[in-house]
Nanobody, 129 residues
Framework: QVQPVESGGGSVQAGGSLRLSCAASGNLYQTTCLAWFRQAPGKEREGVAI????????YYADSVKGRFTLSQAYALNTVYLQMDSLKSEDTAMYYC??????????????????????WGQGTQVTVSL
C-alpha cells in the first residue's frame, strides 16, 4: 500500500509559478514511480510528469515540457512539481499517483492512468488571465 498526499495548489496569474509537493507513505520500493496527473472539468485525466524514485530521468507531457520540472527530495518518498510560465489551460485538479513496479518505458505510463493503483486526493491549481 502506498498513500500519496499532495499539497501546494492555489491560484496564480498567467505567467506565474507554483510548486506542488507529493509525499508518499507506505511500502515504497526502488521500482516505484511517482507521477502527476491533472484533470480539468469535462476533460479526461492527463499525465503531466513521472519519475522513478529509484533513480532515472523524469518524463513530461508535451504540453508542459520546458515549463514544468519534476524533482525528488533526498528523502525518496517526496517529489516536487515546479510549474513555471503557467497558462490558463493548466487550470485543473492535480493528482499524485504511484505505480509499482514501474516498467519501462516509463514515459508510456503517462498515457495509462489505469495502471496506477494509488492516488492522492488532489490539489486544485487555478491560473487566471
Amino acid at each position: 500500500q502506498v498513500q500519496p498526499v499532495e499539497s501546494g495548489g492555489g491560484s496564480v496569474q498567467a505567467g506565474g509559478s507554483l510548486r506542488l509537493s507529493c509525499a508518499a507513505s507506505g511500502n515504497l520500493y526502488q521500482t516505484t514511480c511517482l507521477a502527476w496527473f491533472r484533470q480539468a472539468p469535462g476533460k479526461e485525466r492527463e499525465g503531466v510528469a513521472i519519475r522513478p524514485i529509484g533513480g532515472g530521468a523524469a518524463y513530461y507531457a508535451d504540453s508542459v515540457k520546458g515549463r514544468f520540472t519534476l524533482s525528488q527530495a533526498y528523502a525518496l518518498n517526496t517529489v516536487y512539481l515546479q510549474m513555471d510560465s503557467l497558462k490558463s489551460e493548466d487550470t485543473a485538479m492535480y493528482y499524485c499517483a504511484a505505480v509499482q513496479p514501474c516498467r519501462a518505458p516509463v514515459s508510456r505510463l503517462l498515457l495509462s492512468p489505469a495502471e496506477f493503483a494509488y492516488w492522492g486526493q488532489g490539489t486544485q491549481v487555478t491560473v487566471s488571465l
